[in-house]
């Protein structure tokens, strides 16, 4: 999750890391959202999304 106008980190970096992944197998869980209009902060609806993506790919197991 990334704020297309963050001038803190930029975002051609987190661009750069998703196309040089080398672990296929981890490339089909891993997932680069970019934010239109969002510099270096973190909006409700990238908290939902990160919320979302981790119930589905991090498993826990109970009081763990």
């Not at 197998?25 to 970019?34: A, M, N, R």
């Not at 934010?35 to 919320?51: C, D, R």
């Amino acid at each position: 999750l990334h704020g297309k106008e963050d001038a803190t980190i930029s975002i051609e970096s987190q661009r750069y890391f998703m196309k040089h992944m080398s672990v296929k197998d981890i490339q089909t869980s891993l997932q680069f959202v970019e934010y239109a209009g969002v510099n270096h902060q973190i909006t409700l609806g990238m908290l939902q999304e990160a919320k979302e993506w981790l119930e589905k790919y991090v498993h826990v197991k109970n009081g763990t």
